[in-house]
């Protein structure tokens, strides 16, 4: 499962948070353990990926499952932080200068 976090955000407590979602869910094989790291980085986030072992025939299930899990954990005030938010940044355009005929000089 892949789920981002702000730049501005505490990898560890998201780590925390995400190892004790699958630790609830007991079709999530205790062996071997879940790994929760940081994978990518985005235009707004740091992409993470939480990687715990079921069995192939709960594979869909927990996948389904962790995924509302993790949404309606974070809705939780004390997760408040863990939610990404969009970064933008507005980069003025330059003023439209004219380009110069061959030869002519500036001033």
């Known amino acids: 499962m892949d789920f981002g976090i702000g730049y501005s955000d505490d990898i560890e407590r998201t780590k925390t948070v995400m190892l004790q979602v699958v630790a609830e869910k007991e079709v999530c094989l205790k062996r071997p353990k879940p790994r929760v ?13 939480c990687r ?12 389904w499952e962790l995924a509302e899990e993790r ?3 974070w809705r939780m005030p004390e997760h408040q932080s863990l939610v990404p938010s969009m970064m933008y940044i507005f980069i003025p355009k330059r003023p ?4 110069m ?4 000089t500036t001033g």
């Open 37 to 49: 790291f940081a994978g990518d980085f985005a235009a707004s986030s740091v992409n993470n990926f």
């Open 52 to 63: 715990p072992c079921v069995r192939t025939d709960d594979y869909c299930d927990v996948l």
């Open 71 to 73: 949404k309606l954990n």
């Open 96 to 99: 439209h200068r004219p380009m």
């Open 101 to 104: 005929k061959y030869g002519e």
